[in-house]
């Protein structure tokens, strides 16, 4: 029996790890459950798989559930400091690392320390400290298994022990990541500027959180991507190639010196990556129904433009320049999908609002978990500025 802990219990990664436990109640139960301030959901959560304990963002909301499940054996705690406290409890054997955003970083790491297997939804924690992470993983000799569907493809697509290892001595010539192109990507670049947060929130093949569905809108989910896939498998931006695919059942593929081509598919459902990670080396149902190849008839691929998704040039530059440009770049676009979410910017202002706040931010060595934090905040700062006086 496995104990797992999800950090960010009630997104659609939290809800799909919960969906495959419940699948499976000999293999896996539930330590520990956390969200931002969803106290009706967690407390659903609660009541079903009774966790040890429950850990809200803030004291209010942690109060507020608290009364709720009183009648529960369930402990609930408030803020980073329960949130650290569960990602490295002794009790726990899994953490499934699924808090969007920067706000992910501190607890995954508190996991990876306590050298736990980590199932990591989180790529903001590698894009802003990639090298960090990774030193920390090796230290404490954690296991990192990725979820995000790209580099779980990737992972199944190399030989074993691939994390952390540089893919390009394992006879890879590329490694390819796909993605969809969002919602947008038959659309003439003359009609995004009028595009709606709840347009870009309708992602033609997956089911994801507002944040995710904006940054695969446009494309800077695969920017990001680009870089975790760079610190995950220890290659050069220049080793990645990023093609459209508008059906999403190849995942990703990697390209090998003598010609072979592997890939992984499956019809688009997390379950998926989750399941594998959660089980490797094994193999247990996911609930998703297997890919009829026979019913897909045809799969199209194109390269991505960057013209068209400047997102992704930005992307590859913060990679180039290194350090703390990379939680600079993420920080900024934090900001700016946030202010498209309230209607405060354009769909077309993301990008411009990125390069504005990239370029007034001054970047450094990320040689600490202070100094990456610092150039987050900076960041977040200078982009807020930028929103209220409309110089971008």
């Known amino acids: ?31 520990a459950l956390t969200a931002k301030s969803n106290c009706s ?10 966790p040890r304990f429950a850990v809200m963002s803030g004291s209010a909301s942690a109060e507020q559930l608290a009364d709720e499940i009183a009648d529960l054996p369930t402990e609930v705690l ?51 400290a990639g090298a960090l992470f990774m030193e920390e993983v090796r230290q404490h000799e954690a296991e990192l298994l990725p979820v995000d569907s790209e580099h779980n493809a990737i992972f199944q697509c ?36 009028s595009v709606t947060p709840e347009q870009a929130c309708a992602h033609p093949n997956w ?9 695969s809108a446009t494309m800077m989910n695969k920017g990001l991507e680009m870089i975790e896939a760079c610190w995950l498998f220890d290659v050069d931006q220049s080793d990645i190639d990023i093609v459209l695919h508008r059906q999403s059942i190849v995942h990703s593929m990697v390209s090998y010196l003598d010609g072979s081509v592997i890939a992984q598919m499956g019809n688009p459902d997390m379950r998926t990556p989750i399941a594998n990670a959660l089980s490797w080396p094994d193999r247990i149902d996911s609930g998703v129904e297997p890919l009829n190849l026979l019913q897909v008839s045809q799969l199209d691929f194109t390269l991505a433009d960057e013209t068209r998704y400047p997102c992704l040039a930005l992307a590859r530059e913060a ?4 350090g703390t440009s ?24 993301i990008p411009k609002l990125i390069t504005s706040a990239v370029e007034r931010s ?9 100094s990456v934090l610092r150039a987050d905040a900076a960041a977040r700062e200078s982009a807020q500025e930028l929103v209220v006086s409309g110089d971008y």
């Open 1 to 31: 029996m496995k104990r797992v802990t999800i950090l960010g219990a009630t997104g659609s990664i939290g809800r799909s790890t919960l969906d495959i436990i419940a699948r499976h109640p000999k293999q896996f139960a539930v330590h």
């Open 41 to 50: 959901k967690m407390q659903q959560l609660c009541r079903r798989f009774r």
């Open 78 to 128: 408030a803020g980073e400091t329960g949130l650290s406290e569960v990602a490295a409890a002794e009790e726990s054997d899994i953490v499934v690392a699924a808090i969007v955003g920067a706000a992910g970083l501190i607890p995954t790491l508190g996991a990876i320390r306590a050298g736990k297997r980590v199932l990591l939804a989180n790529k903001e924690s590698l894009v802003m």
């Open 158 to 193: 190399l030989p074993a022990g691939s994390i952390g290892r540089p893919a390009m001595k394992s006879g890879v010539h590329k490694i390819v990541l796909t993605g969809s192109g969002g919602p947008f990507r038959d659309f003439d670049i003359d009609r995004l500027e």
């Open 207 to 215: 089911d994801m959180g507002p944040k995710i569905s904006v940054d």
């Open 319 to 322: 990679w180039h320049r290194g």
């Open 326 to 349: 990379m939680a600079v770049l993420n920080a900024a676009n934090e900001v700016a999908v946030d202010q498209f979410l309230q209607g405060n910017i354009s769909f077309m202002d």
């Open 362 to 370: 001054s970047s450094g060595p990320a040689d600490s978990l202070d």
